[in-house]
């Protein structure tokens, strides 16, 4: 490990807000990160682990402690016991875009959708990031971690990991710390071998998004090239030299409410139905039964809607900004808050709140933000 001179956390998070933190550790490898999370856990010391910085909101005021850098880098390829695939280790600092062109040009399929996504792999399962139908969920065997409480470092399966919607249980939600306090050294991805052929596309939101009939079939090169054109039409590709792109992505998720909520919106709105959680097997005594078993629920699922709909016909366009705010809404997309150059982490916030207020107030929802805030409120 190398500490090194502190710098902004603006030059190191896509929103480019942040102070100077009263010390910074770069870690090239997991024994370094390893070695650094523990002496900081044992002093008691305040942390911040960065690597792309794109889902940081930090604050305008030095955060007093330690900011690691992760720095770590690097794909294996590991046989998989399902014929037809393959798994791929991947370190936590590894550019998650990196690792997605790593897969296409190796003829690997479940993750081109993700083009272009910002950020490291060792982020993706904590917000267990998606688009267009595919979420790391999908493909994600298990992870290597930290554990804070502990400082043991331990092989996760995923379904251990609390996986949903833009979740997990490592995620710090706004408001809350997370259920289990650990950081991701690597992750286990499972691909299937599809080559760089041809093949139909299952998903039908990936079809739709990608304009694709039923039937029809595409190589994942098309996919990815694809996708990347539709991010980057909406502001969600990354270019330094685009302050309309310099966000955390969407800023707020898109809201998951009860059906008989979603009938209380305009019929407008676009919506998608969330499949329940499965219902675990239950183990009736003997003496318990009497020849007849429970009957599932017949609750009606949850629906997703739209966030960026609603902040549009809360009065709220692209290109939005307060009077003399730096931050504003992208041109091309409600749903990413933009540094347009020089903003700080409150006129950032301060634009949140006013989105989270007049959804509100039209709607009755207060959407929720998806980036971690770092000594900032809304």
Known sequence: ???????PLAELTTLRAGAVPARMIEARTTDELVATLRDLWADREPWLVVGGGSNL???DEPFDGTVVVVRTDGIEQLPSPLPGHVRLKVQAGHSWDALVEHAVSAGLSGIAAMSGIPGTAGA???QNIGAYGQEVVQTLVEVELIDESTGDVSVVPASDLGLGFRTSVLKQHHGSVPERSAVILSITLELAEVGHGEFVIRGPQLRGALGLDPEAAVSLRWVRD???????????VLDDADPDTWSAGS??????VSAAFARTLPDACPRWPVAPDPVADRVIPLNEYYGVSPTASSAEPDVKVSAAWLIEHAGIGKGFALPGSRAGLSTKHALALTNRGGATADQLAALARFVQQRVQAEFGLILQPEPVLVGVEL
């Open 124 to 126: 993706a399962p904590v």
């Open 1 to 7: 490990m190398v500490e090194i001179t502190p710098r």
């Open 226 to 236: 694809t996708v990347l054109a539709v991010r980057a039409s909406k502001g969600m």
């Open 57 to 59: 909101l930090v604050g």
């Open 251 to 256: 800023f707020f998720q898109n809201a998951i």
